[in-house]
């Protein structure tokens, strides 16, 4: 019995000595890609069944997650057995009826939505669910408002609207265009060294972004449908892609619709900061902003020091509206 113990513990070592350190840059499925700590990438599948603590995810593993694979014998792919913690995440509900939830990307320095005036509109929807879910993570989320040179007249006039909204709230804005150059200089400082994940509407520019500042990434850029002015999906899966200045930017799929998941209503107000920083003054402890007397927050959007557009997309999540585009067409 002895020498079977000293066997299985010597066992135990050479499969502990084993496992390779790396994060996970690609995810396809079944299968992703894991770049070790010497930058050797090896297609890794999940061994067992995975789950986050507290609530069910279509993905138990997302890039950026920290993992320890082991290769398997006379092969170049590998088996992930480790997951380490995540410290944060930025996460949306999996499917309209669905309860299950779907990580886009973990352990980010910051997140970016792109946005569009038009060719596709990107609805103000849209941008403060984002906008809430990044909060609720304490990720910082700046916003990218692109294809600038195709703007003329009203849609300049919604540019600057929407400019003067997010700016005033204390979000980070920045104007951007591939084909003018526009802010890209910017972008290009704003990226380096960080792990930024970036997402938006099908469409909106984010991979022919990141080719302009980054040429030897060669992603695919997409193609407007005329027809519906909305974007065909070219990024099929999240991809983490390292940038010449250091850190990484990690390309998403188009996303139509943004679900939010594992929200109580009490703390949606929080993750508006205009709404955050007026709560204490409520008369009620307890109020939702919404019919309670001696509201500050509803004072507030009556003197206009809230935005309409913010306290109805507010209401929305409370009430669990699913979003859909054409609800803000």
């Known amino acids: 019995m002895g020498h079977q113990?000293?066997?299985?513990?010597?066992?135990?070592?050479?499969?502990?000595m084993a496992l390779i350190k790396g994060v996970v840059i690609r995810s396809t499925g079944s299968w992703v890609a894991v770049m070790s700590d010497d930058g050797v990438i090896a297609?890794?599948?999940?061994?067992?069944?995975?789950?986050?603590?507290?609530?069910?995810?279509?993905?138990?593993?997302?890039?950026?997650?920290?993992?320890?694979?082991?290769?398997?014998?006379?092969?170049?792919?590998?088996?992930?057995?480790?997951?380490?913690?995540?410290?944060?995440?930025?996460?949306?509900?999996?499917?309209?009826?669905?309860?299950?939830?779907?990580?886009?990307?973990?352990?980010?320095?910051?997140?970016?939505?792109?946005?569009?005036?038009?060719?596709?509109?990107?609805?103000?929807?849209?941008?403060?669910?984002?906008?809430?879910?990044?909060?609720?993570?304490?990720?910082?989320?700046?916003?990218?408002?692109?294809k600038c040179d195709l703007y003329k007249d009203g849609d300049l006039v919604k540019l600057n609207d929407m400019m003067s909204l997010y700016s005033s709230i204390g979000y980070?804005?920045?104007?951007?265009?591939?084909?003018?150059?526009?802010?890209?200089?910017?972008?290009?400082?704003?990226?380096?060294?960080?792990?930024?994940?970036?997402?938006?509407?099908?469409?909106?520019?984010?991979?022919?972004?990141i080719n302009a500042i980054e040429p030897g990434l060669k992603q695919k850029v997409g193609v407007i449908s005329e027809y519906h002015h909305k974007g065909k999906h070219t990024t099929t899966y999240a991809e983490m892609l390292p940038l010449a200045g250091g850190g990484f930017v990690i390309d998403t799929p188009g996303i139509k619709e943004f679900g939010l998941i594992h929200f109580d209503k009490q703390e949606v107000a929080e993750r508006f900061p205009e709404m955050r920083v007026l709560?204490?003054?409520?008369?009620?402890?307890?109020?939702?902003?919404?019919?309670?007397?001696?509201?500050?927050?509803k004072s507030a959007l009556n003197d206009g020091r809230i935005s309409k557009s913010r306290y109805n997309n507010y209401i929305s999540i409370i009430n669990d509206e699913y979003f859909e585009e054409k609800e803000w067409d």
Do not use: W
């Not at 972008?187 to 997402?199: A, D, E, H, I, P």
């Open 5 to 16: 113990g000293t066997g299985s513990q010597t066992l135990l070592v050479q499969i502990v």
């Open 43 to 146: 297609d890794c599948r999940i061994k067992g069944n995975f789950r986050m603590k507290g609530f069910r995810s279509t993905n138990p593993v997302a890039v950026g997650d920290l993992v320890e694979y082991q290769l398997q014998p006379n092969e170049d792919t590998g088996v992930i057995h480790t997951i380490h913690q995540r410290h944060n995440f930025i996460v949306r509900k999996a499917t309209r009826l669905s309860k299950q939830s779907h990580i886009i990307a973990s352990n980010i320095d910051q997140a970016v939505v792109m946005a569009t005036i038009s060719s596709p509109r990107t609805s103000t929807g849209f941008i403060d669910r984002f906008l809430v879910t990044a909060e609720a993570y304490h990720i910082p989320v700046s916003i990218f408002i692109n």
């Open 172 to 209: 980070t804005c920045f104007t951007t265009s591939v084909v003018s150059g526009l802010g890209l200089q910017e972008v290009r400082s704003f990226l380096s060294g960080k792990v930024t994940l970036m997402s938006g509407h099908s469409g909106v520019g984010k991979s022919a972004l």
């Open 279 to 297: 709560m204490h003054g409520c008369q009620f402890n307890n109020c939702t902003h919404v019919h309670e007397p001696g509201c500050a927050v």
